[in-house]
């Protein structure tokens, strides 16, 4: 099991960005599929982006593509979500997730971290 720290949320403004970072206990993350997801009250967690162990492909929900990034940093055991031209309903609480297969889709994570709060101003 890989223990999972999100860090990065925050209050921001609408137009604002952030930084969430990842960071992983041990020494495998390199060997795992990086995805985060976002849950909003009342409603169901959704996946967000991901990004695979090998060969760095990416995959993204649709309504974030070309304003979030994921990106990952084997040597340091943390992941990255870049979050730019957020807006109101952006917000939410974020959290990262692994699993051992290459696959991107939004299943079969089994490595949570506790989350971090995003919540974007009018």
């Known amino acids: 099991q890989v223990r999972l720290v999100e860090s990065g949320g925050g209050l921001v403004q609408a137009g604002g960005s952030l930084r969430l970072s990842c960071a992983a206990s041990?020494?495998?993350?390199?060997?795992?599929?990086v995805a985060w997801f976002r849950q909003a009250p009342g409603k169901e967690r959704e996946f967000i982006a991901a990004?695979?162990?090998?060969?760095?492909?990416?995959r993204y929900k649709e309504s974030v593509k070309g304003r979030f990034t994921v990106s990952r940093d084997n040597d340091q055991s943390t992941g990255y979500l870049e979050m730019t031209s957020l807006k109101p309903e952006d917000s939410a609480v974020y959290y990262c997730?692994?699993?051992?297969?290459?696959?991107?889709?939004?299943?079969?994570?089994?490595?949570w971290g506790p989350g971090t709060q995003v919540t974007v101003s009018p």
């Open positions: 997730a692994l699993k051992k297969s290459n696959a991107l889709g939004p299943m079969d994570y089994d490595n």
């Open positions: 990004i695979a162990w090998i060969g760095g492909r990416t």
């Open positions: 041990g020494r495998t993350f390199r060997t795992y599929t």
